[in-house]
Antibody, heavy 119, light 110 residues
Framework: QVQLVESGGGVVQPGRSLRLSCAAS????????MHWVRQAPGKGLEWVAV????????YYADSVNGRFTISRDNSKKTLSLQMNNVTTEDTAVYYC????????????WGQGTLVTVSP | QTVVTQETSFSVSPGGTVTLTCGLS?????????PSWYQQTPGQAPRTLIY???TRSSGVPDRFSGSILGNKAALTITGAQADDESDYYC??????????FGGGTKLTVL
């Protein structure tokens, strides 16, 4: 069965960096685009970034463009999100989500990892 | 900037029918936006309900259905149950890999 397990969350100071990971299993990881989606406490879901199956194409939300970098290592079945120059606005639960291979929607979700940006 | 709009909250009686909508701040929603819908209960990851406007995800009961109503995407729950009380989010695909979430609708079943 498809499993997505995020890790790397924690408390980080404003202006610092943090790297999130998502371990994927139960499917051919190299065949699917992958997303990061986040949810600030008490708020709605916000799409963050997407990476193509081969890792060659990446898109970002305006709110993180230039600060966050999405990447993947298909040999290790891992998705990553490098978060630089974080602000308190980046405090959220971060979910990795698999994209359907043909249609633009999220078909499987991880359980999320909490990032808290605090002085 | 494109804003995807949803009702903030909605209430339905057990056994009743409710339709939640998903619109655009400017323009109409069509199937070209590949509307999808997600259910989320507090503390849990989202669950995929509907994709490509009206296709139910695996295991989703047929009381959930998706459509285009007028200029919006819609999620209809027929025969609402207590455990349908959740937050519901729509997503519209804007092209170039970019997806935009609506603000979510908090559904109360009472």
């Amino acid at each position: 069965q498809v499993q997505l397990v995020e890790s790397g969350g924690g408390v980080v100071q404003p202006g610092r960096s943090l790297r999130l990971s998502c371990a994927a299993s139960g499917f051919t990881v190299s065949s699917f685009p992958m997303h990061w989606v986040r949810q600030a406490p008490g708020k709605g879901l916000e799409w963050v970034a997407v990476i193509s199956s081969a890792g060659t194409i990446k898109y970002y939300a305006d709110s993180v463009n230039g600060r966050f970098t999405i990447s993947r290592d298909n040999s290790k079945k891992t998705l990553s999100l490098q978060m630089n120059n974080v602000t308190t606005e980046d405090t959220a639960v971060y979910y990795c989500a698999r994209a359907d291979g043909l249609l633009p929607y999220f078909d499987f979700w991880g359980q999320g990892t909490l990032v808290t940006v605090s002085p | 900037q494109t804003v995807v709009t949803q009702e903030t909250s909605f209430s339905v009686s057990p056994g009743g029918t409710v339709t939640l909508t998903c619109g655009l701040s400017s323009g109409s929603v069509s199937t070209s936006f590949y509307p999808s819908w997600y259910q989320q209960t507090p503390g849990q990851a989202p669950r995929t309900l509907i994709y490509n406007t009206n296709t139910r995800s695996s295991g989703v009961p047929d009381r959930f259905s998706g459509s285009i109503l007028g200029n919006k995407a819609a999620l209809t729950i027929t025969g609402a149950q207590a455990d349908d009380e959740s937050d519901y989010y729509c997503v519209l695909y804007m092209g170039r890999g970019i997806s935009v979430f609506g603000g979510g609708t908090k559904l109360t079943v009472l």
